[in-house]
């Protein structure tokens, strides 16, 4: 059943809210796409298959084709559900809610690795504790 005009209004507002209240998670719920129905019936063939493979494994014995099917149920479900289509960019979400595309962190890499040399695991903590009780960022 449709929403009604005044429902639609008011959940467009409340849209606008929550983009305006928290950008992030706005952000992040506008990211979430389907599955396209070729990969579900690609992914359903995929799953027949792990599962006979598994079923053929377990009728004779073969204990590892049994597994080698669950494998490939697994890994065919994952790859259903994977979300990473051709049309969906990945990024990192900023604190003002942009998303930062995944090639345009370059300086980050270069950061992480410098603070990787900069002295133990327990000072690197150290440091971050301090930076953050400094910053504020409770």
């Not at 928290?22 to 063939?45: C, E, V």
């Not at 370059?106 to 953050?132: D, H, I, P």
Request: glycine share 14%.
């Amino acid at each position: 059943m449709p929403l009604s005009e005044h429902e639609q209004r008011m959940l467009d507002q409340m849209e606008r809210a929550l983009s305006a209240d928290d950008p992030k998670f706005a952000s992040q719920m506008r990211a979430a796409t389907r599955p396209r129905r070729g990969r579900l019936i690609i992914a359903g063939l995929g799953m027949l298959g792990g599962l006979g493979l598994a079923l053929v494994g377990v009728m004779n014995d073969f204990i590892w084709l049994g597994v080698a099917g669950f494998v490939v149920m697994v890994a065919v479900a994952a790859w259903a559900f994977n979300g990473s289509s051709a049309g969906a960019s990945l990024g990192t979400v900023q604190p003002d809610g942009s998303v930062k595309p995944a090639g345009a962190s370059g300086a980050s890499r270069g950061l992480r690795r410098q603070s990787r040399r900069s002295g133990t695991f327990m000072e690197r903590l150290e440091e971050r504790w301090e930076k953050r009780r400094r910053d504020g960022a409770w």
